[in-house]
T-cell receptor, first 114, second 114 residues
Framework: GAGVSQTPSNKVTEKGKYVELRCDPISGHTALYWYRQSLGQGPEFLIYFQGTGAADDSGLPNDRFFAVRPEGSVSTLKIQRTERGDSAVYLC????????????FGPGTRLTVT | AQKVTQAQTEISVVEKEDVTLDCVYETRDTTYYLFWYKQPPSGELVFLIRRNSFDEQNEISGRYSWNFQKSTSSFNFTITASQVVDSAVYFCALSKRNGNQFYFGTGTSLTVIP
């Protein structure tokens, strides 16, 4: 079956602009995660959804970052007033549940803020 | 607090050599899960293995094997008879039972030279 998909694959935006990054998880996966990966680093947790609700958003760096998953499937990560430090690869993952289940990752969206 | 350390930043081996990637973790939980992921140049993280904290039996899958030792908090990964296609960044990750996120190490970049 289809894996996790993310769009766009690349996004270049100017400092101060608003961006939306989309994630389409594996069908049937109730858990969805967003991570951010900077060059030479491992993925860093941003937010976790179980169904439609954000069960844990403790990794969001500040209030410019927000994510939704209105119907329990597709999720959108929203970044307001982008800064150059937001440049990174944003990864989405989904799993059958939290904790013990392996997470399946999408290809990521490379965000560049100029 | 949860932490994963991958002390080897970069490793180069000649094809057909064996190579071991180290992973040391920290957690106060008694139930937890350990994972290895491969990130090839294409960028998408590929799940390799999951191990729970109560199962210290080593596992072998083809040329891959994993050595889990709770006494030293290590979960090392060995590739036997390495191949060029094994060139990638490998990440070790830790998850708590019912946890909402993976804690990733910083990764080990493996280059297999033909």
């Amino acid at each position: 079956g289809a894996g996790v998909s993310q769009t766009p694959s690349n996004k270049v935006t100017e400092k101060g602009k608003y961006v939306e990054l989309r994630c389409d998880p594996i069908s049937g996966h109730t858990a969805l995660y967003w991570y951010r990966q900077s060059l030479g680093q491992g993925p860093e947790f941003l937010i976790y959804f179980q169904g439609t609700g954000a069960a844990d958003d403790s990794g969001l760096p500040n209030d410019r970052f927000f994510a939704v998953r209105p119907e329990g499937s597709v999720s959108t990560l929203k970044i307001q007033r982008t800064e150059r430090g937001d440049s990174a690869v944003y990864l989405c993952a989904s799993s059958l549940g939290a904790g013990s289940y392996e997470q399946y990752f999408g290809p990521g969206t490379r965000l560049t803020v100029t | 607090a949860q932490k994963v350390t991958q002390a080897q930043t970069e490793i180069s081996v000649v094809e057909k050599e064996d190579v071991t990637l180290d992973c040391v973790y920290e957690t106060r939980d008694t139930t937890y899960y350990l994972f290895w992921y491969k990130q090839p140049p294409s960028g998408e993280l590929v799940f390799l293995i999951r191990r729970n904290s109560f199962d210290e039996q080593n596992e072998i899958s083809g040329r891959y094997s994993w050595n889990f030792q709770k006494s030293t908090s290590s979960f090392n990964f060995t590739i036997t008879a390495s191949q060029v296609v094994d060139s990638a960044v490998y990440f070790c990750a830790l998850s708590k039972r019912n946890g909402n996120q993976f804690y990733f190490g910083t990764g080990t970049s493996l280059t297999v030279i033909p």
